[in-house]
């Protein structure tokens, strides 16, 4: 019987069923990521602690992207190659190592190098996590098991930015310390807990001849939804590069920005449960498409939200939903797309767009933010979501019309409803 193709919606229900090592999972994951605070105070470690110039942490961040964007596909090769725990174990010990080591560097080249192995290492857990929920949860149950795991996830977000507020100040070199001990304590969940440690069971899915990165690029469908992917991200992405730079132009303190940073993650884990019955009931790609809809709006927003802390605010609301609405769903999609034998290269592919846009929002930042000032920034933004949006729908009818089996019939085979 044929895969759900990502235009299915998952059938509802009040808790989701799963088994213990999801639930380890997604303990660790959320401690794992709530110690994610040296990113985003990197450039003002290198410039208030170690004195570099504004253009040296620029390259010591570029560095970074350019490793976030490498990372994901090859610990996705790794999770499919040699297994799910043993690629967790050696992307969280890597990245520990480099965090602890990083205070100790003093050399712009030695800061690069070690920026650029962060960017490698410190999301190159998700495809094994995302593969492994998949491996752990039964197919009717996977939309919420995601969605559940980008939620406890984002608590763990907010959490480093609290931690982060209070240490940046005064003891911004303990940032580095905090985040070793928070991957460690994540790697000794996976060992203690054997998350990962028995291969997938494949028995229902004949190995495939579309695992290799070949028949991958043959893959309409995926490249398809990994390309609209990055089109929405270039867009909101502009909340980290965009918006701080257009905030201070309206002559607001940097904890304006901190606000605006509080409301957000306020906003998504109070949005994800709440609609959570809804995205439930429809098809996925459309809860894409119309989270990148209302990211647009949201970033349209903050062009009207000028010189108004509260204008920011109501703005930040509506991207905030639509970051719930893609991000609950999009993995659903690429978990169908998948072949079962190849989920973490898949997934790799899919989450390297999440270091990519971080190359290539800045540059739209950057040359908008010259040409036309905040004003045309916020309206490329805005145009990114609608195109992103319109695509998915454009995707989600294409499957629609290649899908030729009923697939109902599946949901009612799934051992452990949603």
């Not at 991200?233 to 909340?239: A, D, G, K, P, T």
Request: proline residues 6%; aromatic residues 8%; hydrophobic residues 50%.
């Amino acid at each position: 019987m044929a895969r759900k193709n990502g235009t299915t919606p998952q059938p509802h229900s009040a808790s989701l069923k799963a088994p213990a090592a999801y639930w380890m999972l997604v303990v660790g994951f959320t401690i794992c990521r709530s110690g994610c605070i040296v990113v985003p105070f990197l450039s003002l470690y290198l410039v208030r602690q170690q004195h570099f110039s504004a253009a040296d942490a620029a390259q010591v961040s570029a560095a970074f992207g350019a490793g976030w964007a490498i990372g994901p596909v090859i610990a996705g090769w790794l999770a499919d190659r040699i297994g799910r725990g043993k690629t967790l174990l050696l992307a969280l010990s890597a990245v520990t190592a480099v965090y602890l080591t990083l205070p100790t560097l003093q050399t712009l080249v030695a800061l690069t190098i070690a920026a650029f192995a962060v960017g490698l290492f410190f999301d190159a857990p998700r495809p094994a996590v995302l593969a492994l929920v998949a491996d752990l949860v039964p197919e009717a149950a996977r939309g919420r098991a995601y969605a559940r795991l980008y939620w406890a996830s984002n608590i763990g977000a907010g959490v480093a930015g609290g931690v982060g507020t209070l240490l940046a100040d005064a003891h911004i070199t303990a940032l580095f310390y905090v985040a070793a001990t928070s991957n460690g304590a994540f790697a000794a969940t996976v060992l203690i807990c054997k998350i990962g440690a028995t291969p997938p069971s494949l028995a229902l899915h004949p190995r495939s001849t579309a695992t290799g990165y070949r028949a991958m690029l043959r893959n309409g469908p995926f490249l398809a939804l990994t390309g609209l992917t990055l089109l929405y991200l270039c867009s909101y992405q502009q909340i980290l590069f965009g918006l701080p730079v257009a905030m201070d132009r309206d002559g607001m303190n940097p904890s304006a920005y901190g606000i605006i940073s509080l409301i957000n993650a306020i906003g998504v884990v109070a949005f994800q449960p709440l609609l959570q019955p809804w995205i439930d009931r429809r098809t996925p790609l459309v809860v894409c498409a119309a989270g990148a809809i209302a990211l647009g709006l949201g970033m349209g927003g903050n062009f009207g939200a000028q010189q108004s802390l509260i204008g920011y605010g109501f703005a930040a609301a509506v991207w905030s939903l639509g970051e719930v609405l893609f991000f609950s769903s999009v993995m659903t999609v690429v978990e169908r797309l998948a072949p079962a034998d190849a989920r973490g290269r898949y997934t790799g592919i899919w989450a390297s767009t999440m270091g990519t846009s971080a190359l290539i929002a800045p540059l739209i930042s950057s040359a908008t933010l010259q040409a036309g000032g905040p004003e045309l920034m916020w309206t490329t933004s805005l145009a990114l979501g609608v195109l992103a949006a319109v695509g998915l729908l454009a995707l989600k009818r294409h499957l629609d019309t290649t899908s030729t089996t009923p697939e109902p019939a599946e949901l009612e085979l799934a051992p452990s409803p949603v």
